[in-house]
């Protein structure tokens, strides 16, 4: 499994943004993991796909992955917008639940509609708590686009999982999450 996060793709891959081509960047990072990792089962992208979260931007970012013949899943960040995030017909207030033999990745939405923390929903944390209890034979993987443990860096840490302490008690009772 290859984890990718914040690529921050604008509607026109010419453009910069902070002095860089995302989409440029973007693509090395594909062709790096493709040289470094030639079997790959799966890649999940963390969010912030998008800077500019327009269904051009996202075609895209769709194409390109599809191209790759790589199983493919993504969850929102604070950049995107769920109205055109790719697949916006899969309910967001779901888990994404991801089977890789004894592996199980749950991908969590933690964006919220106009804002840069992040929050997991009751919802979803009442999902978890009921998946994770019939997964005690499988490892877990749990994955946001928000970190729930404060990094020591005062710019990151304001955009952190604003109830962290909510996912943290959640998953508390349950020793296979790695």
Not at 41 to 57: E, K, M, N, R, S
Not at 126 to 134: A, F, I, P, V
Not at 150 to 162: E, G, N, V, Y
């Amino acid at each position: 499994m290859i984890q990718i996060t914040d690529t921050h793709l604008l509607e026109y891959p010419h453009l910069e943004f902070v002095g860089m081509q995302p989409e440029q960047s973007f693509h090395a990072v594909i062709d790096l993991m493709r040289q470094q990792h030639p079997q790959i089962d799966l890649i999940v992208h963390t969010g912030d796909l998008a800077q500019t979260p327009t269904p051009v931007t996202y075609n895209r970012y769709i194409q390109h992955m599809q191209s790759l013949e790589i199983p493919f899943f993504h969850t929102p960040g604070n950049h995107d917008d769920v109205a055109h995030f790719p697949f916006h017909e899969v309910d967001q207030t779901q888990l994404t639940v991801i089977e890789l033999g004894k592996w199980v990745i749950i991908l969590l939405n933690s964006a919220q509609p106009q804002r840069i923390d992040g929050r997991i929903t009751e919802s979803q944390l009442k999902q978890l708590h009921t998946l994770l209890s019939r997964l005690h034979d499988r490892y877990v993987i749990l994955a946001c686009h928000h970190h729930p443990f404060a990094m020591q860096s005062a710019w990151i840490d304001q955009h952190k999982l604003k109830n962290a302490s909510d996912l943290l008690e959640t998953v508390k009772p349950f020793s296979n999450i790695k």
